[in-house]
């Protein structure tokens, strides 16, 4: 169904380490989103690139998320200082456009967990 | 904010027999996609639908923008059909707004 790569699966840090997540969206989809999703299964946008430019971004993505998606390298999510509360699991998800357009695929997650 | 009311919560059919499941928006949304988590836990796609519906093999969905609804419709239930469903609506901004979810479980 999906080809969105997502590494790695499972992330374990303390509090205060970094954090990093890495998506590989489907060949030839330039819009790239990322979700956190909480153990309430309640989803969260946090940013959305298109080929590198982002697109939109939420308040906390903008002061504690580290956040790029280079040409010809991975796109990738980085949390700069780990709180508790960051423990989820994080979405990626590609598509072909934004807004409307397009169904968006996701991939498998990262599950992070902040000691 | 947009919010998307997804019901029921959980839902236990037996095989061979059928339900709908629903999202209800608070605003108008332009586009909606439903998905099941499968047993590893990944987001598999079932529907995207500007308007109207679509029907997949024992699935059907329907979306009313305008109405601010949207419906997923199982009918023969099978026991791998088991698992969690998600909607999600789109806006004009791309982002998805997801429901809750719905716990579906398929009983012999």
């Known amino acids: 169904n999906s080809k969105v790569i997502q590494t790695p699966r499972y992330l374990v840090k303390g509090q205060g380490q970094k954090a990093k997540m890495r998506c590989i969206p489907e060949?030839?989809?330039?819009?790239v989103f990322w979700y956190q999703q909480n153990k309430n299964n309640e989803f969260k946008f946090l940013i959305n690139f298109q080929n590198q430019e982002v697109l939109q971004q939420i308040d906390m993505t903008e002061k504690r998320f580290s956040a790029e998606c280079p040409s010809n390298s991975p796109c990738s999510l980085e949390i700069q200082s780990s709180e508790a509360g960051d423990s989820a699991l994080y979405l990626c998800?590609?598509?072909?456009?934004w807004g409307i357009g397009d169904t968006q695929y996701f991939g498998p997650g990262t599950r992070l967990l902040v000691l | 904010g947009d919010q998307v009311e997804q019901s029921p919560s959980a839902l236990s059919l037996h095989e061979g027999t059928g339900s709908a499941l629903r999202c209800n928006f608070t605003t108008t949304m332009r586009a909606v996609q439903w998905f099941r988590k499968n047993s590893r836990g990944s987001l598999i796609n079932l529907f995207y639908?500007?308007?109207g519906t679509k029907e997949n093999g024992r699935l059907k969905s329907a979306f009313d923008s305008k109405e601010r609804y949207s419906t997923l419709h199982i009918r023969d239930a099978q026991l791998e059909d088991s698992g969690t469903y998600f909607c999600?609506?789109?806006?004009?901004?791309?982002?998805?707004?997801f429901g809750d979810g719905t716990v579906l479980t398929v009983k012999p």
């Open positions: 639908l500007a308007s």
């Open positions: 999600a609506a789109n806006t004009n901004t791309g982002k998805l707004t």
């Open positions: 998800a590609s598509s072909l456009s």
């Open positions: 060949k030839g989809h330039p819009v």
